[in-house]
């Protein structure tokens, strides 16, 4: 009994660690992004978690899992602090003016579906640790082709990491970055509606189920309307034949 309070308190102590640890690996970010001090003013560390701050979502037990920031021109960096976000599975942080690199402790956030650094400023190569988020689906680092924002864009450099080209969405255009390597690969995803297909795939699936279930039912209930007269029928022939058998 004891061993199990002791256990609960534990957990319970753990789950303050793990919330403020959060709290300050978003406030790193909030700081290194060079956000001004009239933004985000409700991102307050003194708080036991950051899930009532605006821009971030969190799940049922306080863990962080989305932040989205866009179009805020700031001139900062992406903290490596990012890294300790563990739960996260969507950051979209697309058009802030970012400079400086691409943190490979983003290779840490293993729940990681949904990548966004659209229209920064960022430069350098991608890290080969975003080859190994296992869920990622969709990764956006591209720059809007402008001419007045081409000085202001995404300026990503290298080798993109082979396995990104899985992904069912990815977008890498506008940048220096090298999408050949041995086998040719397009620079965005192959067809803008990758998502949909699938979702229209998924409809097509429930169309032709509901389709086949409606048949069975209508078929069961034909089935049922023609017994029920074939043995109305019989009656009128069990009762006919009496009578022909009076004659
Ligand atoms: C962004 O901020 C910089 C200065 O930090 C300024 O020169 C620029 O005009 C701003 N851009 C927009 C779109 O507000
Ligand atoms: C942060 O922004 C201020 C102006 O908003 C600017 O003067 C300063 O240079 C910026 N710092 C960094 C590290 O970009
Ligand atoms: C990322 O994971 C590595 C081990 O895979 C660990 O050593 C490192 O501390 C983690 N970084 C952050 C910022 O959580
Ligand atoms: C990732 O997601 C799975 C399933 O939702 C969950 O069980 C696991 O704890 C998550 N991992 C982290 C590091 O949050
Ligand atoms: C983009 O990066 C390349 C290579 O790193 C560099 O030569 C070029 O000057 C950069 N362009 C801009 C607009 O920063
Ligand atoms: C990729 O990004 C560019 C620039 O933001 C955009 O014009 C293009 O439509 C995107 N491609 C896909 C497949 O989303």
Redesign the pocket.
Known sequence: MELFFAALILAYLQSFVLSDSQGDALFALKLSM?I?NNLLTDWNQNQVNPCTWSNVICDKSNNVFSVTLSGINC??TLSPQIGALSTLTTLTLKGNGITGGIPKELGNLSNLTSLDLENNRLSGEIPSSLGELKKLQFLTLSRKQSQWSLLDSNNLSGQVPNRLFQLPKYNFTGNQLNCGGQNLHLCESYSSDSGDSHTSKIGITVGVVAGLAILFLFGGLLFFVYKGRLRGYKREIFVDVPGLSCL
């Open positions: 060079n001004s001139s900062g």
